[in-house]
């Protein structure tokens, strides 16, 4: 870098202080554009983490207390051995809509505003309305005696999160959306009378699309002036990744109680996508004094970045007992194997920042095209959950569940685009019978998180050496008061066809 040139640009920048347009700026007006790629995808990388934990509107009815019980075609997602409750042809089809409030007031700094006055900032909620998820599949016994044979769509629900866009969390998030999905068939075996065994076989979906600010401002600059922000968007997909579960269920013919467990391996999403800079609004590219703009074209594109992304191990296990055959009460145990995600890597980058001709610094068009290393520092995770499920005549059941969650995002890390923690939750709904073969399911859930008061986050800005163009951390923008809720609200049908098969007790007594 041409030190002789910077001396010059730092003197026209001292103007362009002067004028009124900038109240503090550093040294250059250079900034590394590894910068922007990298505060970008730490909070992709992040957002790829996180969903809630239950699928199915009979499941979460009961707390998703349902490893050992279920008896639709959510068993594919929970434990698929729990198929073998289903003992003629059903056809399933529901959705869910899900919603998580969120409210955070971030920490004001006083006297760090422009100006030297106190840099206060409005709380934000999440604006995004609630969304809708579908889960639908088919099941029957293709003529066996033990076993069920189903096909599916299930989908772990994770909400919409969508923010002020010139709100104080501008830094970390302004709009994400993430969906995953598996479809394929499952299979569950009576092995004796007392043991059966279930897998599942699914073809994985994955995409996540993130939008966010970034300031182009340094480390220790403590403004937050919108003329140096740029706007990002990343768009990632992984249209075919293989995954599968598997479980087993033990229960005597007469069906008095039940133990069970299951087990999903790690899955991992290899992304491809798209990554956008738009330097529209920014006062590299807006000014009009000649020696400060740098920006040629105000829309910087890469078509092809690469990031792995892998979901974590979970086990599941639940024990049920049945009082008397209209009374069903389970209590399960779910752990999921967060800590494995330790570090993410973007790979094959190749943006080009086009600048002036005449630029003074830089004097070349900016290539970002280096591998980049993500932090993530997840942590294990378990929740306990208890439901239970009646039947008050022949026309309806009902369900009503409860859960304690632990975090798999540890505190520090927190940010509005990554909303975990500590929860309870409870679940209600039914079932109604309205003919022999048409059941009408309803339910609803909600999740309570602790309030948080954050005054250790590690979550900053990222910023850069104006000179050395070296990536280093920013401001702390995730200190602050953060609070939090999930709404779920679902409804669906079950369609029975075919004849019954004989149950495992009359089997037994042959």
């Given at each position: 870098?041409?030190?002789?040139?910077?001396?010059?640009?730092?003197?026209?920048?001292?103007?362009?202080?002067?004028?009124?347009?900038?109240?503090?700026?550093?040294?250059?007006?250079?900034?590394?554009?590894?910068?922007?790629?990298?505060?970008?995808?730490i909070s992709g990388a992040d957002a790829a983490g996180f969903y809630f934990s239950d699928v199915g509107v009979r499941s979460f009815a009961?707390?998703?207390?349902?490893?050992?019980?279920?008896?639709?075609?959510?068993?594919?997602?929970?434990n698929p051995a729990a198929l073998i409750n289903i003992d003629q042809g059903q056809i399933m089809v529901e959705g869910a809509a899900i919603?998580?409030?969120?409210?955070?007031?971030?920490?004001?700094?006083?006297?760090?505003?422009?100006?030297?006055?106190?840099?206060?900032?409005?709380?934000?909620?999440?604006?995004?309305?609630?969304?809708?998820?579908?889960?639908?599949?088919?099941?029957?016994?293709?003529?066996?005696?033990?076993?069920?044979?189903?096909?599916?769509?299930?989908?772990?629900?994770?909400?919409?999160?969508?923010?002020?866009?010139?709100?104080?969390?501008?830094?970390?998030?302004?709009?994400?959306?993430?969906?995953?999905?598996?479809?394929?068939?499952?299979?569950?075996?009576?092995?004796?009378?007392?043991?059966?065994?279930?897998?599942?076989?699914?073809?994985?979906?994955?995409?996540?699309?993130?939008?966010?600010?970034?300031?182009?401002?340094?480390?220790?600059?403590?403004?937050?002036?919108?003329?140096?922000?740029?706007?990002?968007?990343?768009?990632?997909?992984?249209?075919?990744?293989?995954?599968?579960?598997?479980?087993?269920?033990?229960?005597?013919?007469?069906?008095?109680?039940?133990?069970?467990?299951?087990?999903?391996?790690?899955?991992?999403?290899?992304?491809?996508?798209?990554?956008?800079?738009?330097?529209?609004?920014?006062?590299?590219?807006?000014?009009?004094?000649?020696?400060?703009?740098?920006?040629?074209?105000?829309?910087?594109?890469?078509?092809?970045?690469?990031?792995?992304?892998?979901?974590?191990?979970?086990?599941?296990?639940?024990?049920?007992?049945?009082?008397?055959?209209?009374?069903?009460i389970e209590v399960d145990f779910i752990w999921e194997k967060w800590d494995s995600i330790d570090e993410l890597i973007i790979t094959d980058?190749?943006?080009?920042?086009?600048?002036?001709?005449?630029?003074?610094?830089?004097?070349?068009?900016?290539?970002?095209?280096?591998?980049?290393?993500?932090?993530?520092?997840?942590?294990?995770?378990?929740?306990?959950?208890?439901?239970?499920?009646?039947?008050?005549?022949?026309?309806?059941?009902?369900?009503?569940?409860?859960?304690?969650?632990?975090?798999?995002?540890?505190?520090?890390?927190?940010?509005?685009?990554?909303?975990?923690?500590?929860?309870?939750?409870?679940?209600?709904?039914?079932?109604?019978?309205?003919?022999?073969?048409?059941?009408?399911?309803?339910?609803?859930?909600?999740?309570?998180?602790?309030?948080?008061?954050?005054?250790?986050?590690?979550?900053?800005?990222?910023?850069?050496?104006?000179?050395?163009?070296?990536?280093?951390?920013?401001?702390?923008?995730?200190?602050?008061?953060?609070?939090?809720?999930?709404?779920?609200?679902?409804?669906?049908?079950?369609?029975?066809?075919?004849?019954?098969?004989?149950?495992?007790?009359?089997?037994?007594?042959?």
């Amino acid at each position: 870098m041409n030190l002789n040139r910077l001396t010059t640009l730092d003197a026209n920048i001292a103007n362009f202080q002067s004028s009124g347009n900038c109240t503090q700026i550093t040294e250059t007006g250079y900034y590394s554009p590894m910068l922007f790629l990298y505060s970008l995808l730490i909070s992709g990388a992040d957002a790829a983490g996180f969903y809630f934990s239950d699928v199915g509107v009979r499941s979460f009815a009961r707390g998703g207390a349902v490893v050992a019980g279920s008896d639709d075609l959510s068993a594919m997602y929970y434990n698929p051995a729990a198929l073998i409750n289903i003992d003629q042809g059903q056809i399933m089809v529901e959705g869910a809509a899900i919603r998580q409030n969120v409210w955070f007031d971030r920490l004001d700094y006083p006297g760090e505003a422009p100006g030297g006055e106190d840099l206060i900032t409005e709380p934000i909620t999440n604006e995004a309305p609630p969304f809708v998820i579908p889960h639908f599949g088919v099941a029957h016994p293709l003529g066996t005696q033990n076993s069920t044979f189903a096909f599916g769509l299930t989908t772990p629900y994770a909400p919409d999160l969508s923010y002020p866009p010139e709100g104080a969390q501008r830094y970390s998030l302004i709009d994400i959306s993430l969906i995953q999905t598996a479809v394929g068939p499952s299979v569950a075996h009576r092995i004796t009378p007392w043991l059966t065994l279930g897998a599942s076989a699914y073809w994985s979906l994955l995409w996540v699309e993130q939008d966010l600010k970034l300031s182009l401002l340094p480390p220790g600059t403590p403004l937050e002036n919108p003329d140096y922000d740029v706007a990002f968007n990343a768009s990632l997909m992984d249209k075919a990744s293989f995954s599968y579960n598997a479980g087993f269920i033990i229960e005597p013919p007469n069906k008095t109680f039940a133990i069970a467990a299951a087990v999903t391996p790690s899955v991992t999403f290899s992304t491809t996508g798209t990554l956008t800079a738009d330097f529209t609004n920014n006062v590299y590219y807006t000014t009009e004094n000649a020696l400060l703009r740098v920006i040629e074209t105000p829309v910087a594109v890469d078509n092809d970045i690469k990031l792995e992304v892998s979901m974590p191990t979970v086990f599941r296990s639940g024990v049920l007992v049945r009082p008397k055959p209209t009374l069903e009460i389970e209590v399960d145990f779910i752990w999921e194997k967060w800590d494995s995600i330790d570090e993410l890597i973007i790979t094959d980058l190749d943006m080009t920042i086009e600048v002036l001709e005449d630029a003074i610094v830089p004097e070349e068009d900016i290539l970002l095209n280096e591998p980049v290393p993500l932090p993530a520092g997840f942590q294990n995770a378990y929740s306990i959950r208890a439901g239970v499920e009646s039947d008050v005549n022949d026309r309806l059941t009902l369900r009503l569940g409860g859960l304690y969650e632990t975090s798999a995002i540890p505190t520090k890390k927190l940010s509005v685009n990554l909303v975990d923690g500590t929860k309870f939750g409870y679940g209600v709904g039914g079932t109604w019978h309205s003919t022999e073969a048409l059941d009408i399911d309803f339910g609803l859930a909600q999740n309570f998180f602790k309030p948080m008061e954050i005054r250790d986050s590690e979550v900053t800005q990222v910023a850069v050496d104006p000179i050395e163009g070296s990536v280093g951390a920013g401001r702390v923008i995730g200190d602050g008061d953060l609070e939090s809720s999930l709404l779920l609200i679902g409804a669906g049908i079950n369609w029975h066809f075919g004849n019954p098969r004989a149950s495992a007790n009359e089997v037994s007594n042959l």
